[in-house]
């Protein structure tokens, strides 16, 4: 069997909110628990599992779609008035990128992790 990411913990200042907010933004289904955690289920079959922290060191998260999802992640963000930026380090706000032919942005979740919607992976152009 080859080896495949299974699912990681994410540290939340709440991980129920957390959880949601994902979940709505990508349009996935509802989070659910797993034990103390809060888990959101990918279409990968990878799980991100929400746990409370008192200290949060923001992480990246990237997220990979077709350009149906994407432009129905992008609604969403644009609607819930989510700041989003082209780059990593947030200073080109109000804009996507196109990078490798593809498009992504990023914004903050609500504990300050960098979430990355792109639908190309970087390197993909050739």
Known sequence: MPVELNHTIVHSRDKRASAVFLA????????????????????????????DAREIRPQHYAF?????????IFARVKAAAIPYFADPGHRRQGEINTLDNGRGFYFSDPSGHNLEILTRSYGSAG
């Open 64 to 72: 990979l779609g077709d350009e149906e999802s994407f432009d129905a």
């Open 24 to 51: 709505r933004i990508l349009g996935l289904g509802a989070p659910s628990a797993f034990g103390h955690f809060i888990t959101v289920e990918l279409d990968n079959g990878v799980s991100l599992d929400f746990d």
